[in-house]
Every structure is written in C-alpha cells, then in structure tokens.
C-alpha cells in the first residue's frame, strides 16, 4: 500500500507520458518523454511548466493590524517583513535557536494578509511553527484547494500573456491576482530556475484546464522534477534538507542577501529572531565555513555527499552536484573551510577512492535572467 | 545477441565479446553525461565492477558479465557519453572481452528471454 499523495494533475501528468517518482510523499512527475537534458535545455531556451503543487500555500490573516502581522512574522526571521510593499514578494528563512535553517520561503504582501509558499517536505512543520508563534495576530490558514504551477523561461511572459494580459508589466517578485475565466489567479514573479517567469496558484477544479491552456501555447512543454533540480543548480539555489538545513546558519550558506539591513546589528530592529546570537555574530566575523559553488575538472560528476579535501586536509562535503545541461560540464555546491572558499581556490573530491581535482568557482554557473 | 540480467547486450565479435547496455537500460538511465571505462589488459572477475556511468541523476556500476580479460574499451564515450542513449546496441558499446571459452554464452539469455524478463 502506498502512502503517496497524488498531485490534482496526476491524470495530465500519466497523459503525458511523465515518469512518477516519490518526492516529499508526493507521485511527482521526475521526467517527460523528451527527458531531463531536452527538458532542462528547452526551459533556458523557450518555456517549462512546472508542477510545484506540492509546495505548501499558507495565508496568514492578520487578527489586528497588518503591521502587528509583519513585526511577529519577523520574530521567526533574519528578515525585513515590515518594509514589504503590498504587491511585492520576498524571500524568507525560518531559523531555529541555534541559528540553523527551519525552512526556506517565499512570503508576499497582498495588502490585507500575506502569502506564504514553503517546501513541500517541511510544510506540516512550518505550520505548526506558525500556530505555535503567531497564534495570537493571526489565523494560520493553510490553502488546501489550489494547486501551484511554475512558468519559466524566456517565452513564459508571451505565453501566460496570452491567457493573462495582466502579467506582462510584473516585475520580478511582484505578486498580483489577476482574473481568468472567472477564476482569481495568485501569480507571483518569480521562480526557482534562474529563468525570468511566474508562479501560479489556481483553484484545483480549474488547474487541468488551466495547465492544458499554458501547454497549448507555442513553446511551453510541461518539466519534471529532474530538470527543475539541474536549472536551480546551475542558478546556485540551495535546496532545502541538501544544500541548506537546520546544521546550516544563513550566513554560511551565503544567504546574507536575505538578511536586510533593519534586522543586523545597528539596525532599527535589530536581531529578536531565533539564533541572533550566531548569525549576528557570524555576519561581523565571518563563518568557519562556506557555501561555495565547484567545478570538477574533469568530466565526472561530484555528487552529494562527495567529501572534499585541500591538499591532504578534510576541508567539506558537496550538497548538491551532478551535470549541468547548459554549462555542459559537471557542476556543484558544497560547504568548505573559509579558508579554501575563494574562488579559484584548487580542491580535491573523493571519487570511487580516488582524489579528483575541482575548483572553487563563482555561483551562479549560469547567468539569472530575472525581469528586474 | 546475449543479455544478462543487469541489462548488459554481449555480442561475439571473432574470438572476442563486446559488450554494452540495452536501449531498455539506456532509456532507464536517461541521459547519460559521462562514462568511466576500464584499463585495456585488465583482468576481471564476473561481478566486477568495471564500468561507472553517470546519467543526469545518477550513478551505476556495470558489472563484468564474464570472467576474462578487457582488451579494446570504446574510448569514444569519454568525449560522447550521449552515443550511449543514442545506439546502445552500436556505437554506444563499452568494451571488448576476451574469454577463455565462448559457450559459457550459451548459459545467458537470448532475445526473447530478455524481452520476458522486462516485460
């Protein structure tokens, strides 16, 4: 017997052709009949649609004032809530006490309450830790009939314009709702491929024909799961439970863009989120190691899990790595000594008992076309 | 053709065995990015582990089918990996064996065999 949650597009999916495979108790499609390379290379070159249903779609109602809902929400954050403009999203990191990564999101300001998008494997807990903190401003209301589609790509304005007018003027992490056959779509721009493109949220009974519509239009073809992991790794995006987790602070997965002046020593509301104390510190003085992009010399593959020396020295482990399609070569991020975190910095990775050259190198692999 | 039931294809070529991967394994894999082959004049047990491939996702080891020695590996996928998803069965072979007695073949399975054993 299976435990596996089917997506609200699980027909489509099997219609076209996808191969299932579990991901965070979720049958997800991993990959299309054209596969993860074509797929990946089709992304960058046209557009791809992406399931990410799976994620976690939560509201938070404010009880009292809006501004009573932000100041909370950045109790459990290194983050500038409070400066948010409505209409306007923001990347987010739960912390724990001891300055370790909860989960990583995506929150928006939509006026009245705002939006929050959470990974799929960390929803439950992140909203328990929302009740259990934020109980008091606001009802936690976790969105349970909608499904979420990611667009992305270079055809992805043209495409969704045709169904949405309204999307063309968006700029990277506006968020808007925006009408389609009488439905209300929450659409956001933005995505997690380093590709300029939105993310979608319809009500479940309209996501068929909806998805059906987007994959009509001239160069959109749906994508797995396979490729949404090689394009954000070539964007140098963490991975949450990979490349970042609770053993992860902020500023050692190199982060600290998230980390807004307001919330940093000598900032106006400084600190008052869970582990200030370490990330506080490690913002002044530096972490002991680094989140650092590699690539290997050779044509190998690194993997997770890969250890990493300087010299004779244990210096790290790689998080995430495989191929690159666009780089054309294998590629990798992974945590190393600051010391041997500079770029060009020459390491070896232990590969099938031998010790392989790899080079630190700048992140991202391939260059972000975000719509700024 | 004989197959073996980690999907290898060995094919006799004169007095040597080449051997390489079925389009079923091949389409499994998915695009394959890399390929590590053996050293020619190398020694091999069945079992061993001679051969890394790595596609867009993984890893996989492909096994020695037969006791011999690798005398030709195909160094063509050092440069073409993809020549593996492309014509497993042709261009896409691995390396070529040489065994001490030929009809231990005759204990693998044939065509149909393997086509039952896949489905």
């Given amino acids: ?372 | 053709m004989k197959y073996t039931e980690d999907h290898e294809w060995l094919r006799v070529e004169g007095d040597l065995v080449v051997v390489g991967i079925t389009e079923h394994a091949a389409t499994q894999l998915g695009d394959i990015v890399f390929v590590e082959l053996p050293e020619v004049e190398t020694m091999v047990a069945e079992g061993d582990e001679v051969v890394v491939i790595e596609s867009v996702k993984a890893a996989s080891d492909i096994l020695a089918p037969l006791d011999g020695e690798i005398v030709e590996v195909n160094d063509k996928l050092t440069t073409k990996p993809g020549l593996v998803n492309e014509d497993p069965t042709g261009a896409g072979w691995f390396f070529k064996m040489q065994i001490d007695d030929l009809s231990v073949l005759d204990g693998l399975m044939d065509e149909d065999e393997y086509l039952e054993m896949i489905g």
């Fill in chain 1, 1 to 372: 017997m299976s435990d596996l949650k089917l997506l609200g597009l699980d027909d489509l999916h099997r219609e076209l052709g996808a191969r299932m495979v579990p991901f965070a108790g979720y049958d997800m499609p991993v990959q299309y009949p054209m596969g993860v390379m074509a797929e990946h290379l089709h992304c960058r070159a046209s557009a791809g649609l992406f399931d990410v249903s799976h994620m976690g779609q939560v509201i938070l109602q404010p009880k009292g004032s809006f501004e009573a809902l932000a100041l909370g929400f950045e109790s459990l954050m290194p983050v500038d809530v409070l400066s948010l403009a409505p209409g306007r999203q923001r990347y987010g990191l739960f912390t724990n006490d001891a300055g370790g990564i909860l989960d990583d999101l995506m929150f928006a300001n939509r006026g009245d309450h705002m939006l929050v998008v959470v990974n799929a494997a960390c929803k439950t807990a992140d909203i328990a830790h929302m009740k259990a903190h934020l109980s008091d401003i606001c009802d936690v209301i976790p969105v349970n009939n909608r499904a979420l589609l990611a667009l992305q790509g270079p055809l992805a304005e043209t495409a969704l314009a045709r169904l949405v007018p309204g999307v063309a003027p968006m700029r990277f992490m506006d968020v808007a709702v925006l009408p389609w056959q009488d439905t209300a779509l929450w659409i956001s721009r933005s995505g997690y491929t380093g590709e300029d493109g939105y993310e979608i949220s319809v009500p479940d009974v309209l996501a068929d024909r909806f998805a059906r519509a987007l994959l009509a239009m001239p160069g959109v073809a749906p994508i797995g799961l396979g490729a949404r992991d090689s394009l954000r790794l070539e964007a140098g995006l963490c991975l949450y439970g990979h490349d970042i987790d609770t053993a992860t602070s902020p500023v050692e997965a190199g982060l600290t863009w998230a980390i807004q002046k307001a919330r940093r020593t000598d900032g106006i509301r400084e600190g008052g989120f869970p582990g200030a104390a370490r990330i506080l510190t490690e913002l002044f003085t530096g972490p002991a190691r680094k989140r650092v992009g590699l690539r290997p010399d050779g044509r190998a593959p690194m993997r997770e899990g890969t250890a990493l020396f300087h010299n004779e020295t244990s210096t790290g482990t790689i998080t995430s790595g495989g191929f690159g399609p666009s780089v054309g070569a294998p590629i990798a991020m992974g945590y190393v000594d600051t010391g041997h975190a500079a770029e060009g910095t020459a390491l070896l990775a232990e590969l099938r008992g031998k010790r392989l050259p790899l080079t630190v190198s700048p992140l991202p692999f391939h260059p972000t076309s975000y719509k700024r």
